[in-house]
Nanobody, 120 residues
């Protein structure tokens, strides 16, 4: 069974940090591009980052550039999203997703999400 399971969400104060994890089972993550997405209350889902399969290059949304870092640990079949300098507008459910290949244009697998709340 193919699964992506996110963890690491929670409540954090503005300026704080969180690290999200996305553990895969049933397939090998290093064959896939990994996207992080988020959906805030009342808003559409948006892309946060796309970590390519090959050279590990990453594309970030302008809103998180310089604050968020995506990475992968192929030995653990897990990807991470390090989020620093968090802002209230980062509050959302965060999802990881995997697409076979090098881009994040049409994801094959999705996790169920983890909630991040940035508030005093």
């Amino acid at each position: 069974q193919v699964l992506l399971v996110e963890s690491g969400g929670g409540l954090v104060q503005p300026g704080g940090s969180l690290r999200l994890s996305c553990a895969a089972s049933g397939f090998t993550l290093d064959d896939y591009a990994i996207g992080w997405f988020r959906q805030a209350p009342g808003k559409e889902r948006e892309g946060v980052s796309c970590l390519s399969r090959g050279d590990g290059s990453t594309v970030y949304a302008d809103s998180v550039k310089g604050r968020f870092t995506a990475s992968r640990d192929n030995a653990k079949n897990t990807v991470y999203l390090q989020m620093n300098s968090l802002k209230p507008e980062d509050t959302a459910v965060y999802y990881c997703a995997a697409e076979w290949g090098d881009s994040c244009g049409g994801m094959d697998y999705w996790g169920k999400g983890t909630l991040v709340t940035v508030s005093k």
